[in-house]
């Protein structure tokens, strides 16, 4: 079965300061692993995604994940928080053997304090 | 380039009515994606099409939701009769699937939302 955990509901992050959302999956296939990201009243937007290149993957805006094999996580990055960064970001799965399947994580809420 | 639009923005409707939803996926892309956003239930996928064909409805939640793709560039997502718990945010996305393999299946190109109240 494949799955997708968001690890944290909501991180609390100061401006200026690291970011850190986590996600593990769960697959029987080499998965594509992105993260999107939805500010309020908005539709998804993609950030970065892993399709089995290089396993640190950059992305818009200053974030980047790094695809860890053993520990089956692709944690989303960021080296210092903007305001601008508060959003809701979900972690996706989406197989590669053929289909359609596409697995959202829950989502994690990020607050950015001044 | 365009992105997927959707249309309405937003709908308020009285319980009982028809509500259609509309979405244009993005030129050349060969799959498309209707979503559900809820505070209490996230994102659900309800159905989804390759190539104009639904490969999986088991998300659509009952007999009053119906969905169609009569074309490449066209797709509508139908509630009859609509009832306040389907009030939501109804996201259409859209991808470019290339087959199995590592690497080709494309991302999701999400629209703006429909916003929709059933009073």
């Known amino acids: 079965a494949q799955s997708v955990t968001q690890l944290d509901s909501h991180v609390s992050v100061s401006e200026g300061t690291p970011v850190l959302l986590r996600c593990n999956y769960s697959?029987?296939?080499?998965?594509?692993l992105f993260w999107y990201v939805q500010h309020p009243n908005k539709g998804l937007q993609l950030l970065l995604k892993?399709?089995?290149?290089?396993?640190l993957v950059k992305g818009i805006n200053g974030f980047e994940a790094e695809f860890k094999k053993s520990e089956t996580s692709f944690h989303l990055t960021k080296p210092s928080a903007h305001m601008s960064d508060a959003a809701e970001y979900f972690c996706?799965?989406?197989?590669?053997?053929?289909?359609?399947?596409?697995?959202f994580g829950a989502g994690t809420r990020l607050f950015v304090k001044a | 380039d365009a992105g997927v639009i959707q249309s309405p923005r937003h709908e308020v409707t009285e319980m009982g009515q028809e509500v259609t939803l509309r979405c244009k996926p993005i030129?050349?892309?060969?799959?498309l994606f209707w979503y559900r956003q809820t505070m209490m239930r996230g994102l659900e996928l309800l159905i989804y099409?390759?190539?104009?064909?639904?490969?999986?409805d088991s998300g659509m939640p009952e007999d009053r939701f119906s969905a169609k793709m009569p074309n490449a560039s066209f797709s509508t997502l139908k509630i009859q009769p609509s009832e306040p718990r389907d009030s939501a945010v109804y996201f259409c996305?859209?991808?470019?699937?290339?087959?199995?393999?590592?690497?080709?299946?494309?991302?999701?190109?999400f629209g703006e939302g429909s916003r929709l109240t059933v009073l």
């Open positions: 996305a859209s991808s470019l699937y290339r087959g199995a393999g590592i690497g080709r299946t494309g991302e999701l190109f």
């Open positions: 697959s029987s296939y080499s998965p594509s």
């Open positions: 892993y399709t089995s290149a290089a396993t």
């Open positions: 996706v799965v989406r197989l590669n053997t053929g289909g359609f399947k596409t697995i």
């Open positions: 030129s050349g892309h060969n799959s």
């Open positions: 099409f390759n190539n104009n064909v639904p490969i999986d």
